[in-house]
């Protein structure tokens, strides 16, 4: 199986820049993805690594390394809309399942 | 809109009882993701389906089954349902069920209460 490990939750402020860290544990590491759920909503794509380094689109960037079981989400120039719960999700391929397995995600509160 | 079409979009029974969850995925996509998402479970991954076949199992209790049809459209049942079935259930197509990109895309759920 594998071990995900969020913050529960964050707060920033408007306008500023906020980096949501997550650790894993894996034995078959195949991918990990970032994905955005506002409450009561479904969970919406952000982003997916699966080399080492860094993915940027648009003012969401995604940092990978699979050596240290870590990857972060990068936001930048933040806005009231950002608040959300922010879901890491790592795939792995171990067992021949291809399923991703996520985090219980981190609630990200922007105030003014 | 992810094209993912979920129904009802709220369903609230009493225990004991037996509901059906459907979901179409989007056009094109043979993979069908059911998962569920309780308050204090995060999203939980129950089974996923690949063009008609079962292709994974996870977290999902025998009182719960699922198929999908041939035109891929999907359906969860839920038997004897009890206080701590209440949770969002969500399903997710995709592309491919293996390695690759393939992001999943999500329907808006169906939130089940169970009395």
């Known amino acids: 199986g594998q071990n995900i490990d969020q913050p529960t939750e964050m707060t920033a402020t408007e306008g500023a820049i906020v980096q949501i860290n997550c650790t894993y544990q894996t034995s078959g590491f195949n991918g990990l993805f970032w994905y955005q759920q506002h409450a009561g909503e479904a969970p919406t794509f952000l982003s997916y690594?699966?080399?080492?380094g860094l993915e940027e689109k648009g003012r969401f960037s995604s940092f990978l390394s699979r050596s240290k079981g870590y990857s972060y989400l990068l936001l930048k120039e933040l806005q009231m809309k950002d608040s959300a719960s922010y879901l890491c999700a790592v795939r792995d391929r171990s067992g021949g399942s291809y399923i991703p397995t996520f985090g219980r995600g981190t609630s990200l509160i922007v105030h003014p | 809109d992810s094209g993912v079409t979920q129904t009802p979009k709220h369903l609230i029974t009493a225990t004991g009882q037996r509901v059906t969850l459907r979901c179409s995925p989007r056009s094109g996509d043979l993979s069908v993701y059911w998962y569920q998402q309780s308050l204090d479970q995060g999203l939980q991954f129950l089974i996923h389906y690949y063009n008609g076949e079962e292709r994974a199992k996870g977290n999902i209790l025998e009182r719960f089954s699922a198929q999908q049809f041939p035109d891929l459209h999907s359906e969860l049942n839920l038997s004897s349902l009890e206080l701590g079935d209440s949770a969002l259930y969500f399903c997710a197509s995709s592309v491919e069920g293996t390695s690759g990109i393939y992001e999943q895309y999500f329907g808006p759920g169906t939130r089940l209460t169970v009395t």
């Open positions: 690594n699966v080399l080492d």
